[in-house]
């Protein structure tokens, strides 16, 4: 009787040492879960921080296709209005061409310290030709553009990069123009470079350059043609 009873309890005691090792085991196998997904929390903005620091040093116009290869129009010459024609904030401004490249605006403009729109948290576009009146280059994507995620993370991959001397040290924005806010753009062209020159009061231009893909190349030509201090209020951030 009392071996069969030594026998259990050597089987009690065997079975409660594997359990401890089981338990051993799974709290081990949780905190190193944990460690890994920790781990992988603090990895992905640490590595978008790296890569952003890249894209700053990398100038713009190694990003995209060639401009020989983006099918671009010629710069056009548009007719603008006079500056600082100010309009009450949510007042519907039907411009005179598209993307507009001068006219009339709200008073407020964009931050100048985002270079970067996605559909979802664009301003208004009254608001993005008040930073054109400021010497701006703003580019503008469809629709087309807007639904592809790849090409809109190169656009915002090319607003972090390093501009040409003649955007000032930042005079730019890139932001997605809706087919229902102006009229079509032509065919087959989904991006739009503006830009608002200086000039004698009802003799300035706006400028406009449709391509077909985005060039970082083509957007630098553009930048040095019409620089940031050729506009209505240079200086201004």
Known sequence: MAKA????????????????RSDKRRTWAIVAVSIVVGLGIIAVPAVKLIEDSRAKSRPIAAL???AAAAS????????????????PDGEKIAYA????????????????????????????????VHNLEHGYTLLWYSDEIANDKKQVAEIEKLAKAKLPDAADGGFFIA???HASEGAAWPA????????????????SFGHRQFCGDLSGEALTTFINKYPAQDTQEPGLR
Not at 73 to 86: E, L, V
Not at 106 to 112: D, E, K, L, M, N
Not at 188 to 203: C, D, L, N
């Open 64 to 66: 995209g296709v060639k």
């Open 97 to 128: 061409v598209s993307p507009p490249s001068s006219g009339p605006h709200y008073q407020t403009w964009a931050p100048f310290s985002k270079k970067f729109y996605s559909a979802d948290d664009r301003p208004p576009v009254e608001n993005l």
């Open 188 to 203: 087959g062209k989904k991006i739009a470079f503006a830009h608002w020159s200086a000039g004698p009061e009802g003799q």
């Open 175 to 177: 932001a997605p123009f």
């Open 5 to 20: 009873t030594q026998s259990r309890r050597e089987l009690i005691e065997k079975m409660q040492r594997d359990q401890a």
């Open 72 to 87: 671009c129009d010629a710069p056009t010459n548009d007719p603008a209005g006079k500056s600082a024609d100010h309009r």
